[in-house]
């Protein structure tokens, strides 16, 4: 099966940048991806990563070490509409089609 | 593409009612997932299906939980008899194989009093 860590909160000020971490253990793995979600939203892509290294998407990037099981997604200059939760997900092999698990989300509050 | 479609929005239900949640995915995507999520649990996996067939249901938390999927454009999920514990947001995503971006719906708040 699978099961992800993040942490459940983290407060930022206006402008600055922040990191959410990820880890992850999975019996198949092919990427590990990002999705936003506002309260009372459905989740949203934001970014996907299968091989190693930085991905950056705008303010947004997104990390990944196949070989540490870890993942961060890194937002620049905070912006207030930043404020919402993040998950990270895994996208792995389950009899020939591919499960995507969530993590528990990490509730993101950017503060003046 | 109108994107991935729930219904209701919103339903409220008594204790040991049937309730119906339905999904349309988007046209062209061939996997479907329903997701509950909670304070407590997150967004939980109860089911996926691929190319319409039922692929791994281990989430799907007791025999009062069911879903289809008839066709490609739509899918239910069943509960039978409903507990205020089920009550939760339910949420409809689809993507294609090969994608690496899942769509999701705009949910359903099921309260059960």
């Keep these: ?112 | 593409d109108a994107g991935v479609i729930q219904s209701p929005r919103h339903e409220v239900t008594e204790m040991g009612q049937e309730v119906t949640l339905r999904c349309k995915p988007i046209s062209g995507h061939n996997s479907l997932f329903w997701y509950r999520q909670t304070m407590m649990r997150g967004l939980e996996l109860l089911i996926y299906f691929n190319n319409n067939v039922p692929i791994d249901d281990s989430g799907m938390p007791e025999d009062r939980f069911s879903a289809k999927m008839p066709n490609a454009s739509f899918s239910t999920l069943k509960i039978q008899p409903s507990e205020p514990r089920d009550s939760a947001v339910y949420f409809c995503a689809s993507t294609a194989t090969g994608n690496t971006e899942a769509f999701f719906g705009q949910g359903t708040r099921l309260t059960v009093v």
């Excluded at chain 1, 983290?10 to 971490?21: D, F, K, S, Y």
């Excluded at chain 1, 070989?67 to 990270?88: I, N, P, R, T, V």
């Design chain 1, 1 to 112: 099966g699978q099961s992800l860590e993040q942490p459940s909160e983290v407060t930022a000020v206006e402008g600055a940048i922040v990191q959410i971490n990820c880890t992850y253990q999975t019996s198949g793995f092919y990427g590990l991806s990002w999705y936003q979600q506002h309260d009372g939203g459905a989740p949203t892509f934001l970014s996907y990563n299968a091989l190693d290294g930085l991905e950056e998407t705008g303010r947004f990037s997104s990390f990944l070490s196949r070989s540490d099981s870890y993942g961060y997604l890194l937002l620049q200059e905070l912006q207030m509409k930043d404020s919402a939760s993040y998950f990270c997900a895994v996208k792995g092999s389950g009899a020939g089609s591919y499960q995507l698990t969530f993590g528990k989300g990490t509730k993101l509050s950017v503060i003046p």
